[in-house]
């Protein structure tokens, strides 16, 4: 059986997930999404780098690459199309669409009963301003982003109004979060098909407050209480997420907040911290579907 991985490069996760399915017989092909071609008519199909997307087994999605708006409505076009083809595709370009994009997520999440910080998403900086004040300590993230890339922490005034009014000379979107006081770490909570794979505990550096590996936090392997991995279960559901990275952030009031839900998640730290073989819970729910067709 053949599996089409979409990716921006081919890197670590992708050998890792070429590696479980050749363990299992089956052979996974790293292909780019730039390469991807559509054709209509008679010719109907879609191919990347001279691969029949539609004759592969299933496509796993990775990273979609930057670019361009209609470059990325064109890539993500192309998951729906061959998804209504009858290909199975992980995770679904629904719920890639919906995990990419920070106020759809905290949407559904609250939607779910789940609790999610105070936000406020707008498009004028005096309105963000205005939040700021009634906030006076926010996290402002990127409305796209991942890894902890753009999040800046504002507690001055001076700051927040050099924050926004850059936004505002790049016709960005405010999302402006209160900050939680919480204890200095987070859970990041891996979900494969219905159940909490594994988990760490992530910690930022003193005097930093980034807990995101990426950017430089610790990791040790924990186990979920029951409770905290429900509420891991009940945002993957949310999003309709096959697998996911769900950040869950226990506030110093023990309120446990679902703050992100990664539909394209990384997990080359949990793997290292738990010894955890997730490349092969995620082929096993790939090989999963393609059995269940």
């Known amino acids: 059986m053949r599996v089409a991985i979409l990716a921006a490069r081919q890197g670590w996760h992708t050998d890792q997930l070429c590696r479980a399915l050749a363990e299992r017989g089956h052979e996974g092909r790293v292909l780019p999404y730039e390469a991807l071609v559509a054709r209509l008519g008679a010719t109907a199909g879609f191919a990347s780098a001279g691969e029949d997307l539609a004759a592969c087994a299933a496509v796993l999605a990775r990273i979609i690459p930057a670019g361009s708006l209609e470059q990325i409505i064109f890539r993500v076009d192309a998951l729906h199309a061959l998804e209504e083809r009858g290909v199975p595709v992980i995770n679904s370009p629904r719920t890639i669409e919906r995990t990419v994009d920070k106020l759809w997520t905290t949407a559904l999440l609250q939607q779910a009963g789940l609790a999610v910080p105070e936000t406020v998403v707008c498009e ?47 016709r960005g979107v405010y999302y402006v979060q209160r900050a939680i006081d919480h204890g200095g770490c987070d859970v990041r909570a891996f979900v494969v098909g219905g159940r909490v794979l594994g988990a760490i505990e992530r910690s930022a550096p003193a005097p930093a407050w980034k807990t995101n590996l990426a950017r430089g936090g610790r990791a040790r392997a924990v186990t979920l209480a029951p409770e905290r991995a429900e509420l891991a279960l009940t945002a993957a559901r949310a999003v309709g997420a096959e697998y996911a990275g769900v950040d869950l952030l226990p506030a110093r009031d023990g309120t446990v907040y679902v703050v992100e839900v990664n539909g394209i998640p990384g997990w080359r730290g949990l793997q290292e911290a738990t010894s955890i073989d997730v490349a092969a819970a995620i082929v096993e729910r790939v090989l999963g579907r393609v059995a269940s067709r």
Do not use: C, N, W, Y
Not at 139 to 156: A, E
């Open 124 to 170: 004028q900086p005096d309105e963000a301003l205005a939040t700021f004040h009634a906030f006076g300590d926010v996290i402002v993230k990127p409305l796209f982003g991942s890894m902890g890339l753009g999040m800046v922490r504002v507690s001055d005034e001076e700051m927040a109004f050099r924050v926004f009014r850059t936004l505002e000379t790049l």
